[in-house]
């Protein structure tokens, strides 16, 4: 198993192990916030402890987050159950915030071991620190 998060996501993409790239954000600044995410497919060992439209809360960082995808590799993506997180409010409902396609936060390849994701699940595992929710995507991937 592979996981990639934030900059190991680019290089997932840039090396070809996982389809798509990450471009700047839209609005070419530097995005550092707690930000909600919805669960889109929990059939893999990364969010399999998550349920399927789950809405967590992790931290973001990035400046080139911006998940791009042609709409034959979209397709591709969403035929294959390969997009995992979406960007969204704390309802839910999908939220643009970096321009992403599809608002699209997470990844995975075809056969699902290679993982990627801008979102930091590892700076959200202490309620003290403001949340634990990323303890569940860690705690699958390492399962």
């Known amino acids: 198993l592979v996981i990639g998060i934030c900059n190991g996501f680019q290089i997932l993409t ?13 609005n070419l600044h530097f995005i550092s916030k707690y930000h909600h995410l919805k669960v889109v497919n929990n059939d893999n060992k990364f969010l399999e402890l ?7 809360n992790i931290p973001v ?8 995808i ?10 294959n159950n390969q997009v995992l997180l ?6 839910g409902v999908n939220q643009v915030l970096n321009g992403s396609v599809e608002q699209i936060a997470g990844v ?16 959200a595992i ?18």
């Open 14 to 26: 840039e090396t070809g192990l996982l389809p798509g790239a990450l471009k700047r954000n839209d």
């Open 50 to 56: 998550l349920n399927k439209n789950d809405v967590v």
């Open 61 to 68: 960082a990035h400046h080139d987050g911006n998940y791009f």
């Open 70 to 79: 042609d709409d034959a590799g979209l397709e591709d993506l969403i035929a």
């Open 86 to 91: 979406q960007y969204c409010d704390k309802n």
């Open 108 to 123: 995975c390849n075809k056969n699902k071991n290679v993982f990627g994701l801008m979102p930091h699940p590892e700076r």
């Open 126 to 143: 202490e309620t003290l620190l403001g949340c634990d929710d990323g303890v569940k995507m860690l705690e699958g991937f390492l399962k």
